[in-house]
Nanobody, 122 residues
Framework: VQLVESGGGLVQAGGSLRLSCAAS????????MGWYRQAPGKQRELVAT???????NYADSVKGRFTISRNNANNTVYLQMNSLKPEDTAVYYC?????????????????WGQGTQVTVSS
């Protein structure tokens, strides 16, 4: 099982980016998926999560600017980031609770992507 992120980059303040994260491998089921970020010198923090049923949760700092969504058919989670600010600069990590098919009964465990850099210039 692996998570592969894409969509990071450099953008000016006020701009937008869309991150994608695709889960692949021997997957039985995926529960919650989410995005976290880590800025230099800071701890990793939650950005947004979404359950398999579509219930979302956001950090206060991104509410109204970021939107998380997922496509269960292709095991992908997205993060649409609008009105970006310099303080959004960080490495963004995808996270998912995945039950691999190699275990029986299937038990979900946390998987992480490799991270994608988002840099917002002022």
């Amino acid at each position: 099982v692996q998570l592969v992120e894409s969509g990071g980059g450099l953008v000016q303040a006020g701009g937008s980016l869309r991150l994608s994260c695709a889960a692949s491998g021997s997957i039985f089921s995926i529960n919650a998926m989410g995005w976290y970020r880590q800025a230099p010198g800071k701890q990793r923090e939650l950005v947004a999560t979404i359950t398999s049923g579509g219930t979302t949760n956001y950090a206060d700092s991104v509410k109204g600017r970021f939107t998380i969504s997922r496509n269960n058919a292709n095991n992908t989670v997205y993060l649409q980031m609008n009105s970006l600010k310099p303080e959004d600069t960080a490495v963004y990590y995808c996270n998912a609770a995945i039950a691999p098919i190699t275990m029986w009964p299937p038990r979900p465990r946390d998987y992480w992507g490799q991270g994608t850099q988002v840099t917002v210039s002022s």
